[in-house]
């Protein structure tokens, strides 16, 4: 029975009894103290931005997470200003996602007059604030975003990053186009009387307009184009003749025959094609440069470990930052806190949700005296470790101690290996045809040798890999895949194999695995039970809560006994309901798998059992029959076998499956498969997966969120958009096929300028047409193929 | 001078005064974020708040 209520705030189904407060229905007590917040604070306009703006919060036990932000060094490292009574401090807010949210957070000052201003960069999804310290500290700042369901994400790496200047690449791109196209556009109209053939006639004008577009050409060649002569440069020394080195050599040929023609007074030079051309190439490294400022391909643990962590110091807990943490510690962890070094637990009872360490959902009960590795997180009330390991050192971390995280292997890129042969063959015509005129007309010998190279200058050929890329990486992005960068995609079409990483990237990772095993369940008794876990904080009790929701039943809890790590006995309107492991209810374990089971008995009598079992994605074994005929497949998983029979079923034969794998072993066996000459896409979803995706060709993290935390890769893909892996693939491929076919086309370009050049027929008007048609004719055919295609295998 | 250097020559400094407002622009930020402006620009003036503050 499903309720169609929604939640006026979240936009999420009102499952339990629905709270109503101002004529508005509310899911839970949560979007119901939002709801208050904004309208006491006339913030109410919110709710007309979109239907359903919000999203659920956290329990307010939660807010305490942030009180590390009183310890001076910290806040220190936070901060981006302090000054005189009041503090700027930017912060990333990984929830921000539409219209409503922009809104609410650049109307802080109205929640708290102590907020200067507020200002949010939406696709970086930083929020700089600005507000006054007498009145307010960080970490109230950081408990208000909290609670209104925008809980800034703060952790080591921000805390350097902060320090180093962001994107100033891009802006100087920017600007170089910008110089280009602005000469670009003067030189073009101050051409325009040589190519009409008016100079001739006003005569006193056309050496003025010559060298002003001499001129107007400098700024382009010496610092829009300064690249591919720096490039081209160092490719010469280490002998290797990348794209740029054809490019540097058509442009400076270019500069010079023109700045020669216009001083000696002979012509009008081609300053016109050269700046164009300047700006086209930098058009495309533009077209090529997309990136998604607000995704991380570069995070390792230390942005997913918390700044600081409770530190016992004499009898009392305080906040220190985690890099100060020694051997020997004793540290307190409250619900939702990351245990950030490997440690022993030394209260009776922890559970600990490693979903970012193993992409393993269901949360691990831990006993005194257990060895808990770094990277969990404490769900339920506190509990106190000894740390065992510097943070550095833990079992996880020192995965990134590892040769994988220093470069990665060298691509050799398709553009290049053509340049390579382009180059020599366009040197090699120059100076046949420069020796042949040399016999014929001696003085136009140096006028065809540089006609040669300006009209060979590889322009349209350096735009198609660009544009093609460009347009494949859009599409991906459309359809949640989201690249590092343009590499990525040639190294794509390199791969042979394909290795999966079990839990979290080919199972579901949300509670929907869970299924009720005896015999079927009434109304009343799921209602029963759902009252009974109710009161329950452990983790396993929500989803059972999901699934038992039923409507029309009105049980009172009366009593409520819960016995940590064992289960909890409830009474319900006279009823006694005994929830928990199977020992605690006195039954056998049902051993038909080994999946976290929560045994229930009503009345005394036993009922059977809630299995929390890994369930595969939906479509995976489609998937696989599309991969098959092109790859081998592989699964490493942290796991023990116990699912051993079902992979080997859904996996065609010849696949390799392997269990208990550490972070190291994963990073290991992606070595090994590399050593047989195999180049490898890894799929993994959590840090242990961490060292596999760096080592592999093609890393590829799986996130139910992609603004949530994923691991170092090469890119992000979000899990709903798994199933679409062989069409990502084969876009890639056909992407390839149009990169090979521009590169024909731009050839013949150059094979008719080439013949024109040699017969010493060309002519700056020629050539002013030529040059742009090949490189626009280029752009359109790839960008426009590119889609097709994608609409052919049905992408978005 | 005849008058089309002059035009030319003024035409030029136009275009590069605009040239100036683009690396102004750039290097200010403008392109960092280009669609929170689009969004900022629809909210509501706090017309609201103000009426309030007559009333009282």
Same mark, same amino acid.
């Given at each position: 029975?499903?309720n169609?209520?929604? $939640?006026?705030?979240?936009?999420?189904?009102?499952l339990?009894?629905?709270?109503?407060?101002?004529?508005?229905?509310?899911? $839970?007590?949560?979007?119901?103290?939002?709801?208050e917040?904004?309208?006491?604070?006339?913030?109410?306009?919110y709710?007309?931005?979109?239907?359903?703006?919000g999203?659920?919060?956290?329990?307010?036990?939660?807010?305490?997470?942030?009180?590390?932000?009183?310890?001076?060094?910290?806040?220190?490292?936070?901060?981006?200003?302090?000054g005189?009574?009041?503090q700027?401090?930017?912060?990333?807010?990984?929830?921000?996602?539409?219209?409503s949210?922009?809104?609410?957070?650049?109307?802080?000052?109205?929640?708290?007059?102590a907020?200067l201003?507020?200002v %949010?960069?939406?696709?970086?999804k930083?929020?700089?604030?600005?507000?006054?310290?007498d009145?307010? @500290?960080?970490?109230?700042?950081?408990?208000?975003?909290?609670?209104?369901?925008?809980?800034?994400?703060?952790?080591?790496? +921000?805390?350097d +990053?902060?320090?180093?200047?962001?994107?100033?690449?891009?802006?100087?791109l920017?600007?170089?186009?910008?110089?280009?196209g602005f $000469?670009?556009?003067?030189?073009?109209?101050?051409?325009?009387?040589?190519?009409?053939?008016?100079?001739?006639?006003?005569?006193?004008?056309?050496?003025f307009f010559?060298?002003?577009?001499?001129?107007?050409?400098?700024?382009?060649?010496?610092?829009?184009?300064?690249?591919?002569f720096t490039?081209?440069?160092?490719?010469a020394?280490q002998?290797?003749?990348? %794209?740029?080195?054809?490019?540097?050599?058509?442009?400076l040929?270019?500069?010079?025959r023109?700045?020669?023609?216009?001083?000696?007074?002979?012509?009008?030079?081609?300053f016109d094609?050269?700046?164009?051309?300047?700006?086209?190439?930098?058009?495309?490294?533009?077209?090529?440069?997309?990136?998604?400022?607000?995704l991380?391909?570069?995070?390792?643990?230390?942005?997913?470990?918390?700044?600081?962590?409770?530190?016992?110091?004499?009898?009392?807990?305080?906040?220190?930052?985690?890099k100060?943490?020694?051997?020997?510690?004793e540290?307190?962890?409250?619900?939702g806190?990351?245990?950030?070094?490997d440690?022993?637990?030394?209260?009776?009872?922890?559970?600990?949700d490693y979903?970012?360490?193993?992409?393993e959902?269901?949360?691990?009960?831990?006993k005194?005296g257990?060895?808990?590795?770094?990277?969990?997180?404490?769900?339920?009330?506190?509990?106190?470790f000894?740390?065992?390991?510097?943070?550095?050192?833990?079992?996880?971390?020192?995965?990134?101690n590892?040769?994988?995280?220093?470069?990665?292997e060298h691509h050799?890129?398709?553009?290049d290996?053509?340049?390579?042969?382009?180059?020599?063959?366009v040197?090699?015509?120059?100076?046949?045809s420069?020796?042949?005129?040399?016999?014929?007309?001696?003085?136009?010998?140096?006028?065809?040798?540089?006609?040669?190279?300006?009209?060979?200058?590889?322009?349209?050929l350096?735009?198609?890999?660009?544009?093609?890329?460009?347009?494949?990486?859009?599409?991906?992005?459309r359809?949640?895949?989201y690249?590092?960068?343009?590499?990525?995609?040639?190294?794509?079409?390199?791969?042979?194999?394909?290795?999966?990483?079990?839990t979290?990237?080919?199972?579901?990772?949300?509670?929907?695995?869970?299924k009720f095993?005896?015999?079927?369940?009434?109304?009343?008794?799921k209602?029963?039970?759902?009252?009974?876990?109710a009161?329950?904080?452990?983790?396993?009790?929500?989803?059972?809560?999901?699934?038992?929701?039923?409507?029309?039943?009105d049980?009172?809890?009366?009593?409520?006994?819960?016995?940590?790590?064992?289960g909890?006995?409830?009474?319900?309107?006279?009823?006694?309901?005994?929830?928990?492991?199977?020992?605690?209810?006195?039954?056998?374990?049902?051993?038909?798998?080994?999946?976290?089971?929560?045994h229930?008995?009503?009345?005394?009598?036993?009922?059977?059992?809630?299995?929390?079992?890994?369930?595969?994605?939906?479509?995976?074994?489609?998937?696989l029959?599309?991969l098959k005929?092109?790859?081998?497949?592989?699964?490493?998983?942290g796991?023990?076998?116990?699912?051993?029979?079902?992979?080997? @079923?859904m996996?065609?034969?010849?696949?390799?499956?392997?269990?208990?794998?550490?972070?190291?072993?994963?990073?290991?066996?992606i070595?090994?498969?590399?050593?047989?000459?195999?180049?490898?896409?890894?799929?993994?979803?959590?840090?242990?997966?961490?060292?596999?995706?760096?080592?592999?060709?093609?890393?590829?993290?799986?996130?139910?969120?992609?603004?949530?935390?994923?691991?170092? @890769?090469?890119?992000?893909?979000?899990a709903?958009n798994?199933?679409?892996?062989?069409?990502?693939?084969?876009?890639?491929h056909?992407?390839?096929k149009?990169?090979?076919?521009s590169?024909?086309?731009?050839?013949l370009?150059n094979?008719?300028?080439?013949?024109?050049?040699?017969?010493?027929?060309?002519?700056?008007?020629?050539?002013?047409?030529?040059?742009?048609?090949?490189?626009?004719?280029?752009?359109v055919?790839?960008?426009?193929?590119v889609?097709?295609?994608?609409?052919?295998?049905?992408l978005? | 001078?005849?008058?089309?250097l002059?035009l030319?020559?003024?035409?030029?400094?136009?275009?590069?005064?605009?040239?100036?407002a683009?690396?102004w622009?750039?290097?200010?930020?403008?392109?960092?974020?280009?669609?929170?402006?689009?969004?900022?620009?629809?909210?509501?003036?706090r017309?609201?708040?103000?009426?309030?503050?007559?009333?009282?």
């Amino acid at each position: 029975m499903k309720n169609e209520t929604k $939640c006026y705030h979240c936009g999420e189904d009102c499952l339990e009894g629905k709270l109503t407060y101002d004529e508005h229905n509310f899911c $839970c007590n949560g979007c119901k103290t939002v709801y208050e917040i904004l309208s006491s604070n006339d913030l109410c306009d919110y709710y007309s931005m979109e239907n359903t703006p919000g999203f659920t919060v956290k329990d307010k036990a939660e807010h305490s997470i942030f009180d590390y932000l009183d310890n001076e060094s910290i806040k220190r490292e936070v901060l981006d200003f302090e000054g005189e009574g009041f503090q700027r401090v930017t912060l990333y807010i990984p929830n921000v996602h539409c219209s409503s949210c922009i809104w609410l957070l650049e109307n802080l000052d109205r929640l708290n007059p102590a907020v200067l201003d507020s200002v %949010i960069n939406f696709s970086s999804k930083k929020l700089t604030v600005n507000y006054k310290s007498d009145e307010m @500290s960080l970490r109230q700042l950081a408990e208000m975003l909290d609670s209104i369901g925008y809980g800034p994400q703060i952790n080591l790496k +921000d805390a350097d +990053d902060s320090k180093k200047p962001q994107k100033a690449f891009d802006k100087q791109l920017l600007i170089k186009m910008g110089i280009a196209g602005f $000469c670009f556009g003067n030189v073009m109209l101050l051409s325009f009387p040589d190519y009409l053939g008016i100079a001739g006639v006003e005569e006193e004008y056309s050496s003025f307009f010559r060298y002003l577009s001499l001129a107007l050409s400098l700024p382009v060649v010496f610092y829009s184009g300064s690249e591919y002569f720096t490039s081209a440069l160092k490719s010469a020394k280490q002998k290797f003749a990348n %794209i740029d080195v054809p490019i540097a050599i058509g442009l400076l040929a270019l500069f010079v025959r023109s700045t020669y023609e216009v001083i000696a007074d002979v012509g009008p030079g081609y300053f016109d094609s050269l700046v164009g051309l300047v700006f086209f190439l930098l058009i495309g490294k533009w077209f090529q440069s997309k990136t998604y400022a607000a995704l991380s391909f570069d995070r390792d643990y230390q942005s997913y470990f918390p700044l600081a962590v409770q530190k016992r110091i004499n009898d009392d807990f305080e906040p220190v930052p985690v890099k100060e943490l020694k051997k020997g510690d004793e540290v307190l962890l409250r619900n939702g806190e990351v245990l950030p070094a490997d440690a022993i637990l030394i209260d009776d009872h922890a559970s600990i949700d490693y979903s970012f360490v193993t992409g393993e959902s269901v949360p691990v009960a831990r006993k005194k005296g257990d060895y808990v590795y770094a990277g969990g997180r404490q769900v339920g009330k506190q509990v106190r470790f000894v740390i065992q390991k510097e943070v550095s050192q833990s079992y996880l971390t020192q995965l990134w101690n590892n040769d994988a995280f220093g470069e990665k292997e060298h691509h050799t890129k398709l553009i290049d290996k053509v340049s390579r042969y382009f180059t020599v063959v366009v040197l090699l015509i120059a100076l046949f045809s420069a020796v042949y005129w040399q016999f014929t007309d001696p003085s136009q010998t140096w006028l065809v040798f540089a006609a040669v190279l300006i009209i060979a200058c590889p322009c349209a050929l350096a735009l198609s890999t660009p544009f093609t890329v460009g347009s494949v990486m859009r599409v991906f992005g459309r359809n949640h895949f989201y690249l590092k960068n343009a590499d990525v995609i040639e190294k794509l079409n390199a791969t042979n194999t394909i290795v999966f990483d079990k839990t979290g990237t080919i199972t579901e990772t949300q509670g929907e695995a869970l299924k009720f095993c005896g015999p079927v369940l009434s109304e009343a008794e799921k209602a029963l039970i759902n009252t009974a876990v109710a009161s329950s904080t452990h983790p396993l009790s929500r989803w059972i809560k999901q699934f038992t929701e039923v409507k029309g039943f009105d049980y009172t809890i009366e009593s409520f006994d819960e016995k940590e790590g064992k289960g909890f006995i409830a009474i319900v309107s006279g009823l006694s309901i005994k929830v928990g492991s199977a020992k605690f209810l006195g039954v056998e374990k049902s051993n038909i798998n080994n999946a976290t089971q929560v045994h229930v008995s009503i009345g005394g009598d036993y009922k059977g059992y809630f299995s929390f079992e890994a369930t595969y994605r939906k479509g995976l074994t489609n998937l696989l029959d599309a991969l098959k005929s092109k790859f081998k497949f592989q699964v490493l998983s942290g796991d023990n076998d116990k699912e051993a029979e079902r992979l080997e @079923s859904m996996f065609p034969e010849g696949s390799v499956l392997r269990f208990n794998q550490s972070p190291e072993d994963k990073l290991k066996a992606i070595k090994e498969i590399q050593t047989k000459g195999n180049a490898v896409i890894m799929l993994g979803d959590g840090l242990n997966d961490a060292g596999a995706l760096q080592q592999s060709k093609v890393g590829i993290a799986i996130t139910e969120d992609v603004s949530l935390f994923s691991p170092a @890769s090469d890119a992000i893909l979000k899990a709903s958009n798994l199933m679409d892996l062989n069409k990502f693939i084969k876009l890639a491929h056909e992407g390839r096929k149009v990169v090979v076919a521009s590169f024909i086309l731009s050839l013949l370009y150059n094979c008719v300028g080439i013949s024109l050049a040699v017969a010493g027929e060309l002519t700056p008007l020629f050539a002013a047409i030529l040059m742009p048609l090949s490189s626009i004719s280029v752009v359109v055919f790839t960008t426009v193929s590119v889609n097709l295609i994608s609409k052919k295998i049905k992408l978005k | 001078m005849s008058v089309i250097l002059v035009l030319i020559l003024v035409s030029l400094v136009v275009a590069i005064a605009f040239l100036t407002a683009f690396f102004w622009a750039v290097k200010s930020g403008q392109f960092d974020d280009t669609y929170s402006p689009s969004v900022r620009m629809l909210f509501e003036d706090r017309v609201k708040k103000e009426k309030e503050a007559k009333n009282d």
